[in-house]
């Protein structure tokens, strides 16, 4: 079996942007002593190897290296899982305190036993084991770098840690949302903590803000979609991507106040983009009709259109007196659009050149 001690001596004061000068000082050996673990030309004795895994702190199986100490802390992780898929919490805490105390600085092994009580914590709803998470999955941050699982980052843990907050301390919760609330990213979750907490107009802020946000997202991923649909090329593709492009114009619609606004915009690049999927299935006056909508709203909104979403969103309750948000159209709508289909969607893969330049011109020309 071979050993990896002078691998991870090495990365080990690398990752603590030690100079091999710097950690013969705080270890009180030679610099040379440093260099030869390093090099592989010699080993620390036992009461060394104890003294440079607490300064890392790691264990003297992780510093060595030994793979049969990694499999086993994967093997006890694999069966905690286990017993928390199958609500078997009992087993899971026995399991999770073993590997605890054999494996103190692993990541998955502190990581999956904060699993055992954020699991429980969620059934029970109990404060306690909401406690435990805590303190696990706080501690399993210190050891981020171990972990190889790419789904998992600092980020996730934070929200676990907010989440298990809930049932703790709702102001406190309410702080580690906002920490982490990158792009808004959190605001419903801020919403939902300040309608328990009875503080109304707090909640309608956070909804109104992240209903922006996921319409938003609903429609960029509605025209992605449309677009890939069109892009197979099949007739039922085409029709699909159709049926998906009137329901996004209505949504939009039932999110929007009557007069028109900033979602006219989006609907009337949607009539435009109705227009070539109707050219792609040989149906011209549907062709033409759509044309006709999408240039007729884009100049309403070019004569009379507010970009303030404050002022054309049907729910609005935002702090803000005043909210804007980029579009690819610009401030023009009719000639944004026409960009919009000589730049962006002509760039788009499998796109029918003939059918989209024919759009253009009946844009130009309505």
């Known amino acids: 079996m071979k ?65 049969v100490a990694s499999k086993k802390a994967k093997d006890i992780v694999a069966r905690i899982d286990a017993c928390v898929a199958e609500h078997n919490f009992e087993e899971a805490i026995e399991l999770s305190r073993d590997a605890l105390n054999r494996h103190p600085h692993d990541f998955a092994v502190i990581y999956s036993s904060a699993m055992v009580y954020q699991v429980r914590a969620l059934e029970r709803q109990d404060k306690e084991d909401a406690i435990k998470a805590i303190d696990l999955l706080t501690g399993s941050l210190q050891y981020l770098s171990q972990n190889n699982n790419p789904e998992l980052n600092e980020y996730d843990i934070k929200m676990q840690i907010a989440y298990n907050y809930l049932l703790v301390d709702k102001k406190v919760a309410l702080e580690k949302y906002k920490e982490i609330n990158f792009a808004g990213i959190n605001n ?46 099949k007739k039922k593709d085409i029709e699909e991507a159709i049926c998906l492009a009137k329901t996004l114009i209505d949504v939009i619609g039932q999110y929007s106040k009557d007069e028109v606004g900033r979602f006219s915009k989006l609907q009337a690049s949607c009539y435009a983009l109705l227009a070539y999927l109707y050219e792609r299935i040989g149906d011209e006056a549907e062709v033409k009709k759509y044309v006709r909508k999408g240039k007729k709203l884009a100049e309403s909104f070019d004569e009379k259109g507010a970009e303030d979403i404050a002022k054309c969103f049907r729910f609005y309750h935002a702090e803000k007196e005043q ?44």
């Not at 579009?327 to 000639?335: L, P």
Request: net charge negative.
């Open 3 to 67: 050993l990896k001690l002078h691998e991870n001596i090495k990365r080990l004061r690398k990752e603590k942007n030690l100079t091999q000068d710097k950690l013969a000082e705080i270890l009180g050996v030679t610099v040379g002593a440093v260099s030869r673990w390093e090099n592989e030309n010699n080993t620390p004795d036992i009461v060394m190897l104890t003294t440079i895994a607490s300064f890392f702190d790691v264990s003297v199986d992780a510093l060595l290296g030994y793979d």
């Open 323 to 366: 909210y804007f948000i980029m579009d690819s159209i610009g401030e023009n709508a009719v000639e944004g659009i026409e960009k919009m289909l000589r730049k962006q969607i002509s760039n788009m893969g499998r796109i029918d050149k003939k059918a989209l330049n024919k759009i253009i011109d009946y844009w130009e020309k309505e």
């Open 188 to 233: 419903i979750s801020l919403a939902y903590i300040h309608l328990q907490n009875g503080e109304l107009d707090r909640a309608l802020n956070y909804c109104t803000l992240s209903m922006i946000d996921r319409l938003a997202e609903f429609s960029d991923a509605s025209i992605c979609m449309i677009m890939a649909l069109a892009g197979k090329g």
